[in-house]
C-alpha cells in the first residue's frame, strides 16, 4: 500500500502541474509520513543517492559543454563542416547531424546541443531556403546522438542505477549512434530528392578552407581525446570528464583565447543551474525507487515480465514499448532510475545483456524527447526556432519513424552495442 499511495500521489501531483522532481519527491515523503515512517529516511535516502563517484561526471561534462559553448567553438565547428560537404543538394541537413555528432562528443545531453547549436543550425537553413518544418525536424532528430554517444548523461545515469560499469555502457554507445547517424542521413537524401532542398551558397579558397579546418582542429580532436582515453584505459568516466574539463579550459584560454573570466563566470552559472536540476531529479527519483523497493515492486514487476515471456525478443519488445509510452509523460533521469531496477533483473534473466539494454533504454527515451506532452526539444526547439509548438510537433513525425526504425535496428542487433565494449575490455 505504501507504494500504491507514493504513485497515485506522484499523479496527482503530476497533474497538476507539479515539476517531475517535485511530483516524486513530494509524494514518497507524503506516502512515508501517511504510514509513520520516520521523515528523517526521506534525507536519508537523498542524499545517499548523490554520494556516488560515477555522479561527479555529469557536472564536469556539463562544464565542458559549456565551456566550449562560451568560447565560439561550436561555431568553428559548424562553419568547418559546412566548408566540407555543404555545398551538395541538401547539405546543411547533413552538417546538422554530423556537427551534432561530433559536439556530442562533449556535451552528452540532448537539449544541450539544441541549445548550443540549434539557433546557429536553423538561422543558416532559413537563409538557404529550407523551410521550418525541415529545419525543426533535423536539429531535433540529431539531437538524439548526444545521449548516445560518449560521454552520455543519461548512460552513466543508467549504469548507476543498473550497478553495471559506466565505461563498458559509454562504449556500447559509439556504434548504435553511428547507426542512427545513417538514418538520419538517409532521411535527408530522401527529403532532399523529394523536395529539392538546396544547395549551400558558400564558396571558400583553399587557404581560408586550411584556416577554417585549423580552428575546427580542438573540437575534432575533443571527442578523439575523450574516446580515446576511456578506449585506451588510460581514465575512467569521471576522470575523462575532468579531463574534457581542463581540455575546454586550455583551448579556450590559450588556442582560440576567447575564455574571459565573465565567459567563465557564465559557464559556472550555467552548470550549477543544469546540475542542480539533474541532481534534484536524481535524489527524488532515487526515494521515490526506494519506496517502491520496500513494497518488493521491482522483484513482483520482474516475475510479471517473465510470466508473460522468457523469450529475450519479447521481452525487449514489450520493454520497448513500455519505454516509448513512459518517455511521452516522465522526463529521461526520473525514468532511467525508477525504471531501471525493474527491468535489468527480468531481462537480464531472459539473457538479455544489460550493456546492451542501456543503450535500448536511453533511445527510447530520447525518442520520448520529440513526442507530446512532455517532449523537451518540443519546446526547446519551438523556443530557439520562434515556431509554435504545433508545427514542430508536426514537423518531429517523420523524423520519429527515422528514429523508430534505428530503435530497431539497435533492439534487435545487439552486437551493435556489445562488441565494441567487449573488444575494447576483453
Not at 169 to 192: E, K, N, Y
Not at 256 to 264: D, I, N
Request: charged residues 10%; aromatic residues 8%.
Amino acid at each position: 500500500m505504501l507504494s500504491l499511495t507514493a504513485i497515485v500521489l506522484f499523479f496527482v501531483l503530476l497533474l497538476t502541474g507539479a515539476p517531475v522532481a517535485i511530483a516524486l519527491g513530494l509524494g514518497s515523503a507524503a506516502a512515508l509520513w501517511w504510514f509513520d515512517m520516520p521523515l528523517a529516511v526521506v534525507a536519508q535516502r537523498i542524499v545517499n543517492s548523490l554520494d556516488s563517484t560515477t555522479l561527479l561526471a555529469v557536472p564536469m561534462f556539463i562544464l565542458a559543454a559549456a565551456l566550449f559553448n562560451v568560447t565560439g567553438l561550436t561555431a568553428q565547428l559548424f562553419d568547418f563542416i559546412r566548408m566540407v560537404i555543404g555545398r551538395i543538394r541538401g547539405g546543411l541537413g547533413y552538417v546538422t547531424v554530423l556537427t551534432h555528432l561530433v559536439f556530442s562528443g562533449v556535451s552528452g545531453a540532448a537539449l544541450a546541443d539544441i541549445g548550443a547549436l540549434g539557433r546557429i543550425q536553423i538561422d543558416m537553413m532559413r537563409e538557404q531556403g529550407y523551410k521550418d518544418h525541415f529545419s525543426a525536424g533535423i536539429c531535433m532528430a540529431a539531437a538524439t546522438l548526444g545521449p548516445i554517444f560518449p560521454p552520455s548523461i543519461p548512460l552513466v545515469i543508467f549504469a548507476m542505477a543498473a550497478e553495471i560499469s559506466p565505461v563498458k555502457v559509454l562504449i556500447a554507445g559509439i556504434i548504435p549512434s553511428l547507426i542512427i547517424m545513417l538514418f538520419l542521413m538517409g532521411m535527408v537524401w530522401w527529403v532532399a530528392r523529394r523536395e529539392g532542398l538546396p544547395r549551400d551558397t558558400i564558396t571558400v579558397s583553399r587557404q581560408v578552407f586550411m584556416q577554417r579546418l585549423w580552428f575546427a582542429t580542438p573540437a575534432l580532436l575533443a571527442p578523439v581525446v575523450l574516446i580515446g582515453g576511456i578506449l585506451l584505459g588510460i581514465f575512467g568516466e569521471t576522470e575523462a570528464a575532468a579531463v574534457t574539463v581542463v581540455y575546454a579550459l586550455l583551448v579556450g584560454m590559450f588556442f582560440y583565447r576567447a575564455l574571459t573570466w565573465k565567459g567563465f563566470v557564465e559557464a559556472l552559472r550555467e552548470t550549477t543551474r543544469s546540475t542542480a536540476g539533474v541532481m534534484f531529479i536524481v535524489g527524488a527519483a532515487a526515494l521515490f525507487a526506494w519506496v517502491l523497493t520496500i513494497d518488493q515492486v521491482p522483484t513482483k514487476a520482474a516475475d510479471l515480465l517473465l510470466s508473460l515471456s522468457r523469450d529475450p525478443w519479447m521481452l525487449l519488445i514489450i520493454v520497448n514499448l513500455l519505454l516509448l509510452v513512459v518517455g511521452m509523460i516522465m522526463e529521461t533521469i526520473a525514468a532511467i532510475l525508477i525504471l531501471t531496477p525493474i527491468i535489468v533483473p527480468a531481462l537480464a534473466a531472459a539473457g538479455v545483456d544489460p550493456v546492451h539494454l542501456g543503450v535500448v533504454v536511453v533511445l527510447n527515451l530520447m525518442i520520448g524527447l520529440l513526442t507530446p506532452p512532455v517532449g523537451m526539444s518540443l519546446y526547446m526547439v519551438s523556443s530557439v526556432a520562434g515556431m509554435p509548438v504545433e508545427r514542430v510537433i508536426r514537423a518531429a513525425i517523420p523524423w520519429i519513424v527515422c528514429l523508430l526504425l534505428s530503435l530497431a535496428a539497435v533492439t534487435f542487433v545487439p552486437a551493435a552495442s556489445t562488441w565494441l565494449p567487449n573488444l575494447m575490455l576483453k
